[in-house]
């Protein structure tokens, strides 16, 4: 699969590799204007795949970021895993309360 947004994290404490990738924005077979795309997060191989949908190119790259967002944050949370994000918090790496705009600015 070719992926617009493609990662791979490290942790600290655990041997564990975690990555996340968006597939291609497409337009949606449903009835009406939406796009879509598959959001992949893989830990050691193990993959899940979640349509990310949205009524435009931007709102699916935001619920990518969203759910990607979630994910981490659950895992480390639940597992007590530590990501090695070259010093940045999971906030700073993956903003879950700012706008896209808000981002850009930065």
Do not use: C, W
């Not at 191989?45 to 949205?54: A, I, L, Y």
């Not at 480390?76 to 090695?84: G, M, Q, W």
């Amino acid at each position: 699969m070719k992926f617009l947004i493609h990662e791979t994290l490290r942790t600290l404490n655990t041997d564990d590799v975690f990555e996340f990738g968006l597939g291609e924005i497409s337009k949606s077979r449903e009835p009406g204007d939406l796009y879509e795309a598959d959001a992949v997060f893989r830990r050691n191989n193990k993959e899940r795949t979640h349509k990310v949908p949205g009524l435009t190119q931007f709102d699916v790259v935001r619920g990518f970021m969203t759910y990607i967002g979630i994910n981490l944050r659950a895992l480390a949370k639940n597992d007590l895993i530590e990501f090695d994000l070259n010093g940045l918090t999971l906030d700073q790496y993956i903003p879950l309360s700012k706008t896209i705009r808000d981002i850009f600015d930065e």
